[in-house]
């Protein structure tokens, strides 16, 4: 009770979620999203705290962040591209601010089809035809509720392996927690 509220006072930004509540799949995601997503912040600052560690953590990050929260992917930008030399302590802790602050809300599914678009946006001059109409009808799908987003997903990484399309497969947002947690 009180050592907990404590806690959250102080590390508001800690993913804390309630047992019961990780039973329904979209509260779980956003909660391993955000447990993985942060992690690995924590492990890119602990390794390798380098101006260019960071700016791949962002590149990295770049789709999660627009589903979260386009504002703060654009902010955390400008934070990243305004470094300057010797002043990188400053420049990791205004980004470790703004970035836990980006996934305060869970994305709504208009900002999940916003990323996906984005990213099938990289493969559509590689893909005939047949695989894009078949893309925009699992969209309409998704939108319709009548398939997960993993779905959608998976077919974006299989065209980013088909296509050796490295800066996509780096994405978290497509890889955002090891596949063994996945409620499908």
Known sequence: GLFAAQV??????????DEGRLRDED???????RIFTFAHFREMVDTNSTIQSLLQFHQDCKYI???????KLKELGRIV???KKGEFDNTLNEYKTTFYTAFNKKPSQKQ???SLLHIFGYFS???NTNEKKHFL?????YRENKIRRTVIIELLRNWAHRFNDTYL????????????????
């Open 112 to 114: 999940h089809i916003n």
């Open 27 to 33: 509260i779980r995601e956003h909660f391993l999203i």
């Open 81 to 83: 591209a305004s470094y």
């Open 125 to 127: 001059d590689k893909l």
């Open 169 to 184: 497969l780096s994405q978290k947002y497509l890889n955002p927690y090891p596949e063994e947690l996945a409620t499908r």
């Open 65 to 71: 962040l627009m589903t979260y929260n386009q504002k």
């Open 137 to 141: 009808h699992l969209i309409d799908q």
């Open 8 to 17: 959250l006072n102080k590390f508001g930004f800690l993913p804390v979620e």
